[in-house]
């Protein structure tokens, strides 16, 4: 059975950092690209980042230059490195799998609370 764990989140202040952590288990290969996203408040679910299997990443305006994500394939497990985080960077995050050659299937994380706040 496939298994997302993530860790990482937490509180922190405005201008600090985070680095989140997501792990996969479970026998799980062809894994294509790998992506955060996040759900504030009141707000619907954002990605955040995506990387693909070949390493090249995108991100969300509102992140630019601020976050990085990275992949490890060895380990089955991407990264979103945090910095200089703002209080709308509160939210919980969702790492996100897609799983698959043609047909893909999508594996999601337990989600993780980032809280941003003095």
């Known amino acids: 059975q496939v298994r997302l764990v993530e860790s990482g989140g937490g509180l922190v202040q405005p201008e600090g950092s985070l680095r989140l952590s997501c792990a996969a288990s479970?026998?799980?290969?062809?894994?294509?690209?790998m992506s955060w996203y996040r759900r504030a408040p009141g707000k619907q679910r954002e990605l955040v980042a995506v990387?693909?299997?070949?390493?090249?990443?995108n991100y969300a305006d509102s992140v630019k230059g601020r976050f990085t994500i990275s992949r490890d394939n060895a380990k089955n497990s991407v990264y979103l490195q945090m910095n200089n985080l703002k209080p709308e960077d509160t939210a919980v995050y969702y790492c996100?799998?897609?799983?698959?050659?043609?047909?893909?299937?999508?594996?999601w994380g337990q989600g993780t609370q980032v809280t941003v706040s003095s």
């Open positions: 990387i693909t299997t070949g390493g090249m990443s």
């Open positions: 479970g026998g799980i290969y062809n894994i294509n690209a």
């Open positions: 996100n799998l897609k799983v698959g050659v043609g047909l893909y299937t999508y594996y």
